[in-house]
């Protein structure tokens, strides 16, 4: 499975939050379009951005080190990284790494916009 991503700007009570819709499989092959997706929106000025994975259907340690990568380039500017997800799977790697100290994770994208 390959891997498929859009984003847009959503409005929140918060402002602006730019968000990534991903689906498919994020591994060592498909990682690199993820991190240059994060990396235009920073590049772009949006610094607070929520990645929703409720379509993710695999996830390595290359696509955790991308999500890292792009938690560290949006604090650069004060900005925050929030994740979407509800698929065990999926939670249980963010449980076993110790990530889910890192990022906050929500079940759903307007739950995000609401909190983050």
Request: hydrophobic share 40%; aromatic share 6%.
């Amino acid at each position: 499975m390959d891997l498929s991503l859009s984003s847009r700007v959503d409005s929140g009570p918060l402002g602006d939050r730019s968000v990534v819709e991903v689906a498919g499989e994020i591994d060592v092959y498909t990682a690199p379009k993820l991190r240059e997706q994060l990396v235009d929106i920073v590049d772009a000025g949006q610094y607070h951005i929520i990645v929703d994975m409720q379509r993710v259907e695999f996830l390595d340690s290359t696509g955790l080190g991308v999500l890292v990568g792009g938690l560290k380039r949006v604090r650069q500017y004060e900005g925050s990284l929030r994740l979407v997800c509800t698929q065990e799977r999926i939670l249980k790697i963010f449980r076993i790494t110790g990530l889910t100290k890192v990022f906050p994770i929500h079940e759903t994208l307007e739950e995000a916009l609401r909190e983050g």
